[in-house]
Structure formats: structure tokens, C-alpha cells
């Protein structure tokens, strides 16, 4: 997978880093091409120069930043969304930003729901992910914690708590914006 890592919409540059990819995807230097915090207005432009689709948008999401509507512009489009800080990033770059003065895995309804699957909060913010049928790419430098967030497949969240964890969205964005980011390479 090889993938433009941020649209940079003020360099205007990027549909013509997607005919690049295009090129080593046809060339058989990659085995899929994709992009990462392109929003819909960034695709758009993507869809109307492209010969090759992008296969998957790696997005910033979590239960906080949930950008339901953009995922299902994705699926609709046969583009898998994938999400970075997939348990809310790392909390030193959240401790100035989180919620209520809560971080994603400090959620109260996280971890109540994991006392009642018997799972962690992490668990059950990546088993909403999976059910959501978001790729998930959850980062731990803790042996353990790696096991954890690999075991979320024995366990199904009910419709009810999928929709109370929807309902924890409030837009909270912990890295860089896509649409005013242009420094990123
Ligand atoms: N495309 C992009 O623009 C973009 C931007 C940012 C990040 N990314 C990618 O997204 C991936 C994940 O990003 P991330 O690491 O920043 O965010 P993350 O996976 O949401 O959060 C990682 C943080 O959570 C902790 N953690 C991991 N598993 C845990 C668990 N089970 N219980 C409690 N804490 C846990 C980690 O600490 P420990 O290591 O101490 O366990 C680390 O501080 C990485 O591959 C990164 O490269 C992509």
C-alpha cells in the first residue's frame, strides 16, 4: 500500500501525486494506492482525473471524532476507511485537548461497556471500529497491550451500545486539520 499522507489543498499538487501512484500501481510497484485525510471535496477531485480509485482514506477517527459522514462516502465509493488514533492518539499530544478533561480511554461509558463485555476500554473502542467496519491500525510499544488489542474478535457489541458509543462524537480532533494542513510530506 502506498498512499499520499495529506491533500496539502494550498500546494494543489495532490491529483497530480495520484496520477504517480496510478503509475506505480500499474507498474506493479505497489499493490494498492490510497490516500490519507482526504475529506469528500478532496476526493471529488481525486474522482474526476482518476483511472484507479483510491482503495483506502486513512482518516483520524475514533468514537470522539466518529466523521460518520465522510465514512459512508468511502463505502459508497468502494474506498475502505482506516483510522489513525484509533484509541485517541498518544496521551501526551491529548493532555491539552481532551474532552471534559477526559481521554478517550477514561470514558465512562468505555469503560463501563468494558465491564460489561469484559474487555478493556481500548477493546471496546476498536471492536466498535471493526463493527463499524472501519481498519483500524491501533499503535502499542507494550507487548500485552499489543495481545489486547488484537483480541477483539470473540466479542460482539449490541446495536443499542453501538449507538450509545455513536453517540459519544463531539468532533474532538487531536492531530492536524486536512483542510488547512500544508506542511505535512
Ligand atoms: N495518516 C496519518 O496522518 C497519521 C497520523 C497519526 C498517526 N498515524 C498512524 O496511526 C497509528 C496509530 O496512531 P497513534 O499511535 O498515534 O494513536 P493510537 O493508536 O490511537 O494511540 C496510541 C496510544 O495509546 C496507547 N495504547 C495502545 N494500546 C492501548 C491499550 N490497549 N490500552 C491503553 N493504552 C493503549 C499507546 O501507548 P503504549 O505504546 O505505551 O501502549 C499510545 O500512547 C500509527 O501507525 C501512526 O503512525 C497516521
Redesign the pocket.
Known amino acids: 500500500m502506498y498512499?499520499i499522507?495529506?491533500p496539502c489543498p494550498a500546494c494543489g499538487l495532490y491529483t497530480e501525486a495520484w496520477r504517480a501512484l496510478e503509475h506505480l500501481y500499474k507498474e506493479g510497484y505497489a499493490r494498492a494506492i490510497g490516500v490519507?485525510?482526504f475529506h469528500q471535496t478532496h476526493l471529488e477531485k481525486i474522482f474526476a482525473m482518476c483511472e484507479i480509485p483510491p482503495m483506502v482514506n486513512?482518516?483520524?477517527c475514533?468514537p470522539y471524532l466518529s466523521i460518520a459522514p465522510l465514512r459512508q462516502y468511502c463505502h459508497e465509493h468502494q474506498i475502505w476507511p482506516e483510522?489513525?488514533?484509533?484509541?485517541?492518539?498518544?496521551?501526551?499530544?491529548l493532555s491539552g485537548k481532551a474532552v471534559g478533561g477526559k481521554r478517550l480511554?477514561e470514558d465512562g461509558l468505555l469503560i463501563g461497556l468494558g465491564a460489561k463485555y469484559g474487555k478493556?476500554?481500548?477493546?471496546i473502542a476498536l471492536r466498535w471500529e471493526l463493527q463499524s467496519d472501519i481498519i483500524a491500525?491501533?499503535?502499542?510499544?507494550?507487548p500485552h497491550?499489543?495481545r489486547?488489542?488484537i483480541d477483539i474478535f470473540g466479542f460482539e457489541l449490541s446495536e443499542s451500545d453501538m449507538a450509545a458509543i455513536d453517540s459519544l462524537d463531539c468532533g474532538q480532533r487531536s492531530?492536524?486539520d486536512p483542510e488547512t494542513c500544508n506542511d505535512?510530506f
Open positions: 498512499m499522507h495529506f490519507s485525510n486513512e482518516l483520524e475514533n483510522a489513525w488514533f484509533p484509541l485517541g492518539g498518544p496521551a501526551t499530544r480511554l478493556s476500554p481500548a477493546q491500525i491501533p499503535k502499542s510499544a507494550k497491550r499489543i489486547e488489542n492531530g492536524s505535512q
